[in-house]
């Protein structure tokens, strides 16, 4: 019997602000795991800290509510440790690009099969209020009261440009695409990021649902999202503009994969031992 998005609900209930963005992408996984039919025995989601890393409570997979910044390197291990699972790492934009920037485009260019959802509020909720790596310039917050005079970080350039296999945008507020997004990222064979516009309506009173709605756009028409530098291409021309899909998809072989290869010619018996083995 097929289930439905209901088996994937936690014990918790969402301690989220009423309205918050992030609500749209938990309902867009509970969809995509239930339209692949996913068993929740084999799914692990990881998050660092954050508003949006409050996630893996509110799923009845296996979890990780991990350190700050450390998501991804949490997320690695586990599909190291234990190939079987999907892995799921979930984050904000805050997580993922300032403290936990330094293990992105590694995560990244050695495409390791696990799929990265940052929920991107372009501010800082968790703590009230202060301002984000993606925050625009000139943005006015409790941290920044003359404005923001640091240019906001893309993050699906610097998935292009760090060697991602699967780059795509999507909006809470679209939970039906975003669900699609996701299945597809979760099928692919290797590092699969997802930049999802998840509003904060407590703390962000400039990027909110208005602001984004009256932005996004799909892809264009006949647009293949085979070609790095076209999509690295769009994105530098969006100017107010934001387009959502998939935007980047190539094959490439996994860390994965390679270090089973690797365990073959080097006689030895798990992923672990052969990654100790080279530090």
């Known amino acids: 019997m097929a289930r439905n998005p209901q088996d994937y609900k936690g014990t918790l209930k969402p301690t989220w602000c009423p309205g918050c963005g992030d609500f749209g ?58 190939p079987k699972l999907e892995v799921i790492v979930t984050g904000g934009d805050g997580d993922a690009f ?44 409790v941290s920044s009261p003359y404005g923001n005079f640091e240019a906001p970080v893309k993050p699906v350039v610097w998935a292009l440009a760090s060697g991602a296999t699967f780059v795509a945008r ?18 692919h064979k290797g590092f699969a990021f997802i930049d999802v516009l998840s509003p904060c309506i407590t703390f962000n009173r ?34 107010d503009r934001l387009h959502l899909g998939i935007l980047y998809q190539e094959d490439r072989q996994t860390l994965d994969d390679w270090l089973k290869k690797l365990e073959t010619v080097a006689g030895r018996s798990t992923p672990q031992e052969l990654v100790l083995r080279q530090r």
Do not use: W
Request: glycine share 10%; with cysteine; charged share 20%.
């Open 206 to 239: 400039t990027d909110t649902f208005k602001y984004f709605q009256e932005r996004v756009v799909p892809l264009p028409k006949g647009y293949r999202p085979n070609d790095r530098i076209h999509a690295l291409q769009l994105i530098e021309q969006e100017e």
């Open 98 to 141: 300032a403290i936990g920037g330094g293990h992105f485009p590694h995560a990244a260019r050695r495409n390791i099969d696990l799929t990265y959802i940052v929920m991107d509020n372009r501010i800082y909720g968790l703590t009230k209020g202060q301002v984000a790596p993606t925050s625009s310039l000139d943005f006015r917050t």
């Open 25 to 82: 992408v938990l309902t867009a996984l509970f969809q995509a795991f239930a339209r692949l039919d996913l068993d929740p025995n084999n799914i692990a989601v990881v998050s660092g800290i954050g508003c949006s890393s409050r996630l893996p409570g509110f799923v009845s997979t296996y979890g990780i509510h991990g350190l700050h910044g450390r998501a991804l390197p949490l997320g690695q291990g586990v599909k190291l440790a234990n």
């Open 170 to 187: 999507g909006f809470s507020a679209k939970v039906g695409e975003l669900a699609e997004i996701l299945m597809k990222a979760i099928v």
